[in-house]
Structure formats: structure tokens, C-alpha cells
């Protein structure tokens, strides 16, 4: 199994673009969320999903648009890049049933916006 | 949102040296977990802990939930090379809305090896 995958793995962009970062997870997890990591903050949660059609705000969801069309898949929208948005976004994705820590996470996707 | 108060931030470690660290909140947890971080990696799981005052242990690594479910801590005996790498704990409150079984996450403890 190739468990949580996360393309791509480092963008640039320019201020004002937009992008879309994948996440696809072959583990058939009903939950799967977004997380940024940024020095001393930990991780945050950005959107998630507990199944195919719906999908929540988490922490900071500001900048940033998700859909649930499938199981497999979660891809993290941003419309219009900015600077602040530079950070490592990871994946996750559980069983429904999985006690709640149970996440298995992507290696990351590493953005920069100049 | 809830906030992880996680320490010490980095610490640099010799082989063979047995390793601490903790997290604190304000507010109460009903799960405490602890993730590790390999460079370029995403966090893998380490321990779950599930009841207040559980003591779980994964071969050289002892994690405790604290009693008042507002802290834990993580101990690494015996350190080795490979054990360098971010740590995080997070924790997942008790649940009103929280259909998503969001988790919050501490700030990281890094692990280094001493020159």
C-alpha cells in the first residue's frame, strides 16, 4: 500500500496565484484532513472531511477551499496565494472507527509564496 | 483554539542519556498522543494514551497521561542516534462539536546530538 501520498512535494508560487495541492490515500479512511506545520506552532488544522461529500473548517481555514468528491481523495485549494501561506502542508487521513490519534500522515508538500 | 504549552522546545542529547519532555494545557484532554517527526517525513505515532493516569510504554519510550488530564509527558530511555527527530504531542478535547475528532497539537520538541 502506498498509504497517504501528497503531490507535489515543493512549489513556489508568486503572490495572487493559485494552486492546488493533492492528497490521495488508499487505505479506504472515511476521515481525511489538512494540516500546516510552521516552526514552534506545531500543526494546524486547516479543513477535514469524515466522508466522501462533506467536508468542515478547522483551525485556519482562511485562504483556503477543499472538496471530498471520493473517498480516495482530498485536495487543498488556494485561490490566491500570499506570503503567510508559506509553510509544509501535510495530509492525514483514519478509519472512522480508528481511536481519534490515529492519523496516518503524507510526507508533505513544502510551499513558498513570494 | 485550545493551546499545547509543549517543552523543552529543542535539546540536544548523548547516546545512552535518558530524555523528558512534556506538554501542558489550560484546558482538560480526553486523549494525549505522541508523534514523532523524521526530516522530510510526515509525524508517526508513537503511543496513544486513553484514560487518566495511564502509564504506556513502547520498548525504550514511556508516556503518561496525566491525572488531571491536562499534561503528559514522554520519556526516552537509554538515547540512540536514530532517536533524533521532532516530537509532538497533541491532544484531542472532549468532544461537543467535534465530529472531526480534531486534534491540537504542541509546538514540537526537537531533538538533536550532541557534538
Known amino acids: 500500500n502506498a498509504g497517504v501520498t501528497q503531490t507535489p512535494k515543493f512549489q513556489v508560487l508568486k503572490t495572487g496565484q493559485s494552486m492546488t495541492l493533492q492528497c490521495a490515500q488508499d487505505?479506504?479512511?472515511?476521515?481525511m484532513s489538512w494540516y500546516r506545520q510552521d516552526p514552534g506552532m506545531g500543526l494546524r488544522l486547516i479543513h477535514y472531511?469524515?466522508?466522501?461529500?462533506?467536508?468542515d473548517q478547522g483551525e485556519v481555514p482562511n485562504g483556503y477551499n477543499v472538496s471530498r468528491s471520493t473517498t480516495e481523495d482530498f485536495p487543498l485549494r488556494l485561490l490566491s496565494a500570499a506570503p503567510s501561506q508559506t509553510s509544509v502542508y501535510f495530509c492525514?487521513?483514519?478509519?472512522?472507527?480508528?481511536?481519534?490519534?490515529?492519523?496516518?500522515f503524507g510526507e508533505g508538500s513544502r510551499l513558498t509564496v513570494l | 483554539g485550545q493551546q499545547l504549552n509543549q517543552s523543552p522546545q529543542s535539546m540536544f542529547i548523548q547516546e545512552g542519556e535518558d530524555v523528558s519532555m512534556n506538554c501542558t494545557s489550560s484546558?482538560?484532554?480526553?486523549?494525549w498522543l505522541w508523534y514523532k517527526q523524521d526530516p522530510g517525513e510526515g509525524p508517526v505515532l508513537l503511543i496513544a494514551?486513553?484514560?487518566?493516569?495511564e502509564l504506556t510504554s513502547n520498548g525504550r519510550l514511556t508516556a503518561q497521561f496525566g491525572i488531571t488530564r491536562k499534561d503528559s509527558f514522554l520519556n526516552i530511555s537509554a538515547s540512540i542516534p536514530s532517536d533524533v527527530g521532532i516530537y509532538f504531542c497533541?491532544?484531542?478535547?472532549?468532544?461537543?462539536?467535534?465530529?472531526?475528532?480534531?486534534?491540537?497539537f504542541g509546538g514540537g520538541t526537537r531533538l538533536m546530538v550532541k557534538p
Open positions: 492525514a487521513s483514519r478509519r472512522a472507527l480508528a481511536l481519534s490519534g490515529e492519523l496516518f
Open positions: 487505505m479506504n479512511h472515511e476521515y
Open positions: 472531511s469524515v466522508g466522501a461529500g462533506i467536508t
Open positions: 484546558s482538560i484532554f480526553n486523549t
Open positions: 494514551l486513553y484514560k487518566a493516569g
Open positions: 497533541a491532544g484531542q478535547p472532549p468532544s461537543n462539536n467535534n465530529a472531526g475528532n480534531m486534534l491540537t
